[in-house]
């Protein structure tokens, strides 16, 4: 997608927009602008020999000039072309009045009303070739007319309009890049939100369903094996507090998970289950990324296979590239978009992995790759 570029006025202030004229020219920078006015009265000390017709025509071209000039402010949210129109205007009016004072008032000393307006209210992108073009002009114009004085102002000319220009574009990036910071704050508290959100569901869906498995246990043993019933509820207890220090970890984001303890506990639980549990002998060596990763894999297929599956055979299979979980349970709809599946998802996705689930009357497979590991 092709982004626009901005046009708008540089000096454009959208909270004036609905104030009366006169407070959005203050608002918008008319009291900078006010005291360089009375500069147009200067040409009127030269008016020696004037004729009362150059007088009228004098006064009527600087107030055309005055308008133009502090009405830079007041127009700033008006349309690129209307914006335009009115830098036309004010460089007409200019001209206008070094032509009925016969020179008195020559272009070249007025360019920096010319360059100043330029810079609040032509787009950056134009007015940065604008103001250096008219300064440009009034300079040599000045030259070949031998003008000291108009060489001097086609100077502060573009000495004024491009330190007008550039202090507000650098303004205008420096709160773009203040908006951008506040974006991606944003941004990154709703990935937080969204990690916390996905932990918590990985911690408390296996710990509670650990809980309640080995629940349901020591109440068939209550009456027949008290000393087995004791030891289902304290291995309960230990899952509770275990889930409750994972819980204060993970809110601080330095909760460790790793393959070998997660498949000690799906062994544990699956047993409580009565679910036979098949898995590896020995586990091969990973890094704390991989293991991280296979062990919540192992998590989550594993409570879905306690709560969900109805199924008597559980098998585990890792090697260092991937790991495997099968049961012989009734399937499930694998479009039904699980959110601790989908969460597993997006964790191997954000890994470089990829995360395949096959589910049918005869059972259900998770299987999670990663890349394989270069060897050093």
Known sequence: MTTQPDLSAPAHDAGADGLPWWRRGLAQGAGYFLPSGAFVLVPFLFSEGWTPRTWALAILAAVALLVFFLGTTVVLHWSETRRWLWFAGLLGAIAVLGWVTDGDARPAYFAAFATASAAVLIAWRHARIVIPALSLLALGWSLVRGDAFGVVMGMMAFGIG???GSSIDAERTKVALR?????TAVLAVAAERERIGRDLHDILGHSLTTIAVKADLAQRLVGRSDDAARAEIASMADVARQALADVRATASGMREVRLAAEVAA???????AGIECRTPSALPVLDDARSELFGYVVREAVTNVVRHAGASVCRI???DAAITITDDGRGFDTRSGRTGLRGLAERLDAAGGRLDVTSSDAGTTVHAALEPREEP
């Open 317 to 319: 299979t890792v090697d």
């Open 162 to 164: 491009w330190g007008i």
């Open 266 to 272: 799906a062994r544990s639980v699956l047993d409580a």
């Open 179 to 183: 908006r951008a910071e506040e974006r």
